[in-house]
């Protein structure tokens, strides 16, 4: 119909409704209203780092740091929301990737508890960051150096473990293997997500199978630990 206007009646005014009986075995079910319910939004946690490890009680670390130059290859990179900055692993003897195949032949590792609460010692080039208050991710992200070492990148994480620092701890949260990047930003899901003070990615293998000759290092532009507002 045609819209209201002030003082218009809407018909039986003034009269009551008398309820003589109530139903006792009432049901109901909420089906919303139309789009009453915000879309899920990502949420990065780690603030935007600058040329320093350390920001508002977050602390970022590494196994090895490419010619202990933090300035230009340090932890931080990965965390300041640069993709043309990125960290860089350590080349010396003792923190070094297969240049060929990318797997790891150094002397850094974490032991974690697995998937099967077995404790099992996982071999690789390891960045971590530490949070002021315990929190749980559901989602990360990762993005390689761009336009570098190879086609496409031999020095992006190909095969790696998520692990989350409970009790001084650590505990498996995700693994993936043999992912090409092509200079793109992957995104995964944490399939059971718990709660941890820290967390840290340590990559088993490096590179993409394309890549020749140049697998033996690690660089991480980006990594961005998401909860949902969901």
Not at 28 to 49: E, F, R
Not at 129 to 141: D, E, G, L, Q
Not at 180 to 187: A, D, H, T, Y
Request: hydrophobic share 30%; with cysteine; charged share 10%.
């Amino acid at each position: 119909g045609s819209n209201m206007v002030s003082g218009q009646s809407c018909g039986n005014e003034g009269k009551n409704v008398y309820a003589s009986k109530l139903i006792n075995n009432p049901t109901s079910d909420y089906v919303g209203c139309y789009n009453d319910k915000p879309a899920a939004t990502d949420i990065n946690l780690i603030p935007i780092m600058g040329s320093t490890n350390e920001v508002n009680g977050f602390s970022a670390s590494a196994s090895s740091v490419y010619q202990n130059n933090n300035d230009f290859a340090g932890p931080w990179c990965a965390f300041d929301n640069n993709v043309n900055t990125w960290w860089h692993s350590s080349l010396d003897s003792g923190f070094t990737y297969d240049s060929t195949t990318g797997q790891y032949k150094g002397n850094s590792s974490l032991n974690i508890i697995d998937s099967n609460g077995q404790s099992i010692n996982v071999p690789g080039e390891w960045l971590q960051i530490v949070f002021p208050t315990v929190n749980t991710i559901t989602k990360y992200s990762i993005q390689g150096r761009q336009d570098c070492c190879g086609q496409p990148n031999g020095r992006d994480p190909n095969t790696w473990y998520i692990v989350g620092l409970k009790d001084n701890q650590w505990y498996w949260v995700d693994y993936q293997t043999n992912i090409s990047f092509n200079w793109n930003m992957l995104s995964f899901n944490i399939a059971n997500p718990q709660p941890y003070i820290s967390y840290a990615i340590v990559t088993t293998v490096v590179g993409d199978s394309k890549a020749v000759g140049t697998r033996n290092s690690l660089q991480i532009a980006t990594w961005n630990l998401i909860v949902s507002s969901d």
